[in-house]
């Protein structure tokens, strides 16, 4: 398959992928407006299923780009943060950074909310501890779609160039 073809078809997984992301932001959103009366085992575990998946959904979206727009991708068990701070940077001469600072920060803080719930079998779950990263999704959800939106039409851009000159990438 075409390069060019390769990127419509991210520009196109990355749409489906926010989408499914969107579901997972409010399932939290919903969930998260009961009271801590109200907050119980399972809908704190419900919550935190949801925040890992919004969480999953998006290292998916980022391993895709690092794979077919970089050709690099982190690989082992700590490449959750080289992934992140791949899409943090312009790589020069295939494309531009795809997720500002302040998204970085977002998605940091629930890639360390990601390894605590994995990593932590023991511990009970509390919604003092789970508040901020569970309020903080929407904003996250804000400004990352904006920045995927402005990386998918430069995706598209790209393939469309390429198309016209009737060339590869």
């Known amino acids: 398959m075409a390069k060019e073809n390769e990127y419509l078809a991210l520009s196109q997984e990355i749409g489906f992928i926010e989408q499914v992301a969107e579901q997972f932001v409010d399932n939290c959103l919903i969930t998260s407006k009961r009271t801590k009366r109200k907050m119980d085992q399972e809908s704190l575990a419900w919550l ?3 925040a890992l998946r919004f969480y999953i959904a998006i290292e998916d979206i980022f391993a895709r780009v690092a794979k077919v727009v970089d050709e690099t991708v982190p690989s082992g068990r700590d490449s959750h943060i080289p992934l992140l ?3 943090a ?4 001469g295939k494309r531009p950074a795809i997720i500002s600072s302040t998204t970085f920060s977002y998605l ?3 890639r360390s909310f990601r390894h605590r719930m994995i990593h932590a ?3 009970p779950l509390e919604w003092d501890k789970m508040s901020g990263v569970i309020q903080m999704m929407p904003a996250c959800f804000n400004a990352l779609g904006t920045e995927l939106q402005v990386f998918r039409k430069f995706l598209q851009g790209v393939a469309e160039i390429a198309q016209k000159d009737g060339e590869g990438l």
């Open 89 to 92: 940077v312009e790589m020069p």
């Open 85 to 87: 701070r791949q899409m």
């Open 48 to 50: 935190a299923l949801n």
């Open 108 to 110: 940091n803080d629930l």
């Open 121 to 123: 079998y023991q511990d």
